[in-house]
């Protein structure tokens, strides 16, 4: 089975603190992507890799970076957080040839920035 | 950019019947459209996907349809059962790239016994 695995569950930061939220797959997909989900507003995507060191921004990349070293891990950065990222954090994969099976996504992690 | 319209926020129906969702894209027609079911506080389950070339695609008691003329999706759920009461999400590739894969809002389907 295919497994996208986010580092945390739930996650209680401060304001202005920096933060990172990792996400490991272990299917050797090229494609990675970083989504927020609110209520009302849908999944919402962030950035997107489709390689190492590659990244594309996304519908809403403002007060967010990226980072893919390597193939299987993608993080999503935080540069200084704010109450309205407080939010839930869904990382996805998908093979090279996309158009296939879908995405595989993580469990999520609600983020409260207080 | 492609904008998705999942035109009904939620939908009530019998246990039993048939439950059909509609996704609605506004732009170019995508390469391809999926359908994702979202259980509350869990990432998204892929289900179904269907080519811009294909018209129907089915699933065991899952069927869906593309119709690039009308730039709309249909989801089907056959002889529903409380357990399929979820979020159903469709989501198109855009942009322009295969890789960005924009979603609707999603539909929340209630079953009722």
């Known amino acids: 089975d295919v497994k996208v695995t986010q580092s945390s569950r739930y996650l209680v930061k401060r304001t202005g603190e920096k933060v990172f939220l990792e996400c490991v797959q272990d299917?050797?997909?090229?494609?990675m992507f970083w989504y927020r989900q609110d209520p009302g507003l849908g999944l919402r995507l962030i950035y997107f890799s489709y390689d190492v060191k590659m990244k594309e921004k996304g519908d809403i990349p403002e007060g967010y970076s990226v980072s893919r070293e390597k193939k299987e891990r993608f993080s999503l950065i935080l540069e200084s957080a704010s109450t309205n990222q407080t939010s839930m954090y869904l990382c996805a994969s998908s093979p090279p040839d996309r158009g296939l099976v879908g995405a595989f996504f993580g469990q999520g992690t609600r983020l409260t920035v207080v | 950019s492609q904008k998705i319209e999942q035109n009904s926020e939620a939908l009530n129906i019998q246990e039993g019947k048939t439950a059909t969702l509609t996704c609605n894209y506004t732009?170019?027609?995508?390469?391809?459209l999926q359908w994702y079911r979202q259980d509350p506080g869990r990432g998204p389950v892929f289900l179904l996907l269907i080519r811009e070339n294909e018209k129907e695609k089915r699933k065991e008691r899952l069927k869906v349809t593309f119709d690039t003329t009308l730039k709309q999706s249909l989801f089907h759920i056959t002889a529903s059962q409380p357990a399929d009461s979820a979020t159903y999400l469709c989501?198109?590739?855009?942009?322009?790239?295969?890789?960005?894969?924009?979603f609707g809002k999603g539909t929340l389907l209630t079953v009722n016994p």
């Open positions: 732009n170019y027609s995508p390469a391809y």
């Open positions: 989501a198109v590739n855009s942009g322009g790239s295969n890789y960005k894969l924009t």
């Open positions: 299917m050797d997909h090229e494609n």
